[in-house]
């Protein structure tokens, strides 16, 4: 059964760069035609998707962030990660790293909460 | 940029029928997909590709998507079923994806 597990800080000063891992277990995460993508969810508010990355290597970004986020894969780990830089108090979130068939997430790990704070 | 929307709450009578609808500009030229999401946990994907329900998922859920609307219908709806619901949005062409702002179920 695929699982995924975020990990990173969970205290990010601002203007510093926040960068989260997800590991993927019970799969390869270059096999088949997926896209492992990272969502994130401020408290009390709704899902934000943040980004993804195909395995050819492919990335697709949300508009808002693309300045400031990049996503990437490490097969050798079957991990993938997110950095998303200048953080503000704004990107306080729970971060989600999911897989996608066709743009539907249907596994997710279950989150990580990153506070921006000095 | 591409948004899609949804009402803020719904609410429906257990054994009613819930409907959740969500609105974008040619909705029905992308797939959509919906999500359930209880307090403090992570989102369960209930309809893919604007109809399809994964494994496990009950047959009370289904989905349709045409024009500028896809909805999420709940039939018989359960005291379990009281949720936020999102919608997400795909273009298969560029790859983005959109979620809608959320609506809560309310089953009273």
């Known amino acids: 059964q695929l699982q995924l597990q975020e990990s990173g800080p969970g205290l990010v000063k601002p203007s510093e760069t926040l960068s989260l891992t997800c590991t993927v277990s019970?799969?390869?995460?270059?096999?088949?035609?997926?896209?492992w993508g990272w969502i994130r969810q401020p408290p009390g508010k709704g899902l934000e998707w943040i980004g993804s990355?195909?395995?050819?290597?492919?990335?697709y970004y949300n508009l808002s962030l693309k300045s400031r986020v990049t996503i990437s894969v490490d097969t050798s780990k079957n991990q993938f990660s997110l950095k998303l830089s200048s953080v503000t108090a704004a990107d306080t979130a729970v971060y989600h790293c999911?897989?996608?068939?066709?743009?539907?997430?249907?596994?997710w790990g279950q989150g990580t909460l990153v506070t921006v704070s000095s | 940029s591409y948004e899609v929307t949804q009402p803020p709450s719904v609410s429906v009578s257990p054994g009613q029928t819930a409907r959740i609808t969500c609105s974008g500009d040619k909705l029905g030229d992308k797939y959509a997909c919906w999500y359930q999401q209880k307090p403090g946990q992570s989102p369960v994907l209930v309809i893919y590709q604007d109809t399809k329900r994964p494994s496990g998922i009950p047959e009370r859920f289904s989905g349709s998507n045409s024009g500028n609307t896809a909805t999420l219908t709940i039939s018989g709806t359960q005291a379990m079923d009281e949720a936020d619901y999102y919608c997400q949005a795909w273009d298969s062409g560029t790859a983005y994806v959109v979620f809608g702002g959320g609506t809560k179920l309310t089953v009273l």
């Open positions: 999911a897989r996608a068939y066709y743009g539907d997430y249907g596994v």
């Open positions: 019970g799969g390869s995460i270059s096999s088949s035609s997926y896209y």
């Open positions: 990355i195909y395995k050819n290597g492919n990335t």
